[in-house]
């Protein structure tokens, strides 16, 4: 199976080649520049594996939440290559990525992102597998003091609405990332493959037109009211 994978709903921009169970991948901190840089990202990885793009089985997605723009960049990019080379694509949660990062004795994960505007992206999710993850509940946008954790018997941290909220949250749930790193942590493409690869395998996939992005929130940005405008 070769699967290529995209992600780009915060500042990273990252792609990942899935080759049979070998994981190649690329990934940049490029605030506002993910649409000139993705494209060559992916065409790096399938030249250090000698894969052409009519060899590409599969195109998988991150598929939000996350920022607008890079969210709409990742689904316009796996539908245009999925049109143009007749494949299926897959949608995965940015979420699911980003607490695929988590320690593997991590059982239970809540995945935050920095929604911006005061808000947190949530998503609380259980390991069921090596490269799998059960979603608690459902994913969710809104202020950090109102994030709702889900009962178990403890709680890894991970996501940089942690770095940005990390007092708010820490109040609300109680718990904290064990380090720095896991309070900045973003979502990479090379968990979206690892996440997308065995859902592939088990008959997954839909054509590029159906693939859908997901904001969990229809508002860009603060009204000049909000932001004390008049």
Sequence with gaps: M???????????CSAALYCDGAVHARS????RRQAEILLPLFDELLAEAGVARS?????????????????????SVAQGLALALDRPVLPVSTLAALALAAPREAATILAVLDARMGEVYAGAF???????LELIGEESVGLAEVVVLPQAASWFGIGSGWGAYA?????RLGITPLSGEDAAAQPEAAAVACLAAPLFAAGAGMPGAQALPVYLRDK???????RGIG
Excluded at 28 to 31: E, G, I, T
Excluded at 167 to 171: I, K, V
Excluded at 220 to 226: D, G, I
């Design 2 to 12: 070769i699967l290529l994978a995209l992600e780009t709903a915060t500042d990273q």
């Design 167 to 171: 007092t708010a949250l820490r109040a």
């Design 126 to 132: 259980r390991r069921s597998g090596e490269d799998a």
């Design 28 to 31: 940049l901190h490029a605030p």
């Design 55 to 75: 060899g590409i089985d599969v195109i998988a997605f991150g598929r939000g939440p996350g920022a607008f723009t890079g969210v709409r960049l990742a689904v």
């Design 220 to 226: 860009v940005a603060l009204t000049r009211a909000e």
